[in-house]
C-alpha cells in the first residue's frame, strides 16, 4: 500500500489489486459510518481510492501504513437487475475469443453476479466486475466512433454498459433499455461502486 498527498486536505491510496482497492474502499466506508473517519468524499478506482476532504491526512496515511484492511464484506443490499438482448456485433468475436457458442456466452454472462468495482469514463458508467478471469478479452483493435446508449460491453475483466452514446473500443455483446443516467432522479446514476449486478435475458435471448 502507497500513500500519496493530494492537495492540502487529499490522499491518493495505491494497492496491488482490484480486490484490495475494493476491501479498502468498504473499510474506510465503515469507518465513516461509525463516524471514525471524518471525510468528504471517498472515491475508488481499479487500484486506488481516493479521499477528499479529510481533517488530518497525514495521520490517516501513518494508520493504514500500520493496519490490516479486512476482506470486503458480502453486500447486502438488493440485486439491480438489467434486462439485456444478447445481439451485440461482437457477440461472435467474444464466442470465438471463449471457444464456445455465441449461446454459451449468454449464459455465462447471465448467469454471473456481478459487483460495480468502480465508475467512471462517463456518468452512470460502471466497471462491473465478476466473470472469471479466463473469460477476459481484449479491446477492439479499432474503436468505434459511436457506439449506441444502452450497449452492453466487454473489455479486460470488466463488463460495463454504454450509458450515452460515445466512441469506445469495448467488445459490444448485448443491449439494454435501462436508464443508467438520469439527472432527475435521485440518485442520477442507477450504478454505484459496490452495487450487485445481474443481467436478466429478454426475448429469447
Known amino acids: 500500500m502507497r500513500t500519496l498527498p493530494v492537495g492540502d486536505d487529499g490522499l491518493l491510496v495505491e494497492?496491488?489489486?482490484g480486490e484490495e482497492a475494493r476491501a479498502?474502499?468498504?473499510e474506510l466506508l465503515r469507518r465513516r459510518a461509525e463516524g471514525s473517519l471524518a471525510v468528504r468524499e471517498?472515491?475508488?478506482?481499479?487500484?486506488t481510492v481516493l479521499l477528499d476532504g479529510l481533517t488530518d491526512p497525514d495521520r490517516l496515511a501513518a494508520e493504514l501504513a500500520l493496519s490490516d484492511v479486512p476482506p470486503a464484506p458480502a453486500h447486502a443490499r438488493d440485486v439491480v437487475r438489467?434486462?439485456?438482448?444478447?445481439?451485440?456485433?461482437?457477440?461472435?468475436?467474444v464466442a470465438a475469443h471463449w471457444g464456445v457458442s455465441p449461446r454459451e456466452v449468454a449464459r455465462i454472462h447471465?448467469?454471473?453476479e456481478f459487483s460495480v468495482a468502480f465508475c467512471g469514463f462517463a456518468p452512470g458508467f460502471g466497471y462491473l466486475t465478476g466473470l472469471p478471469r479466463r473469460y477476459d478479452v481484449p479491446r477492439r483493435a479499432t474503436p468505434r466512433t459511436a457506439v449506441p446508449a444502452g450497449a452492453v460491453a466487454l473489455a479486460g475483466p470488466y463488463t460495463?454498459?454504454?450509458p450515452r452514446s460515445s466512441p469506445g473500443g469495448w467488445?459490444?455483446?448485448?443491449t439494454?433499455?435501462?436508464?443508467?443516467?438520469?439527472?432527475?432522479?435521485?440518485?442520477?446514476?442507477?450504478?454505484?461502486?459496490?452495487?450487485?449486478?445481474?443481467?436478466?435475458?429478454?426475448?429469447?435471448?
Open 82 to 93: 438489467l434486462p439485456v438482448r444478447y445481439d451485440g456485433p461482437d457477440l461472435g468475436d
Open 171 to 174: 467488445q459490444l455483446i448485448g
Open 15 to 17: 494497492v496491488s489489486s
Open 42 to 47: 471517498i472515491v475508488p478506482a481499479a487500484r
Open 24 to 26: 479498502l474502499h468498504a
Open 176 to 205: 439494454t433499455d435501462a436508464v443508467l443516467w438520469d439527472h432527475t432522479r435521485v440518485p442520477a446514476a442507477l450504478l454505484a461502486p459496490g452495487t450487485r449486478v445481474r443481467f436478466v435475458p429478454v426475448d429469447g435471448s
Open 110 to 112: 447471465a448467469d454471473t
Open 160 to 162: 460495463g454498459v454504454y
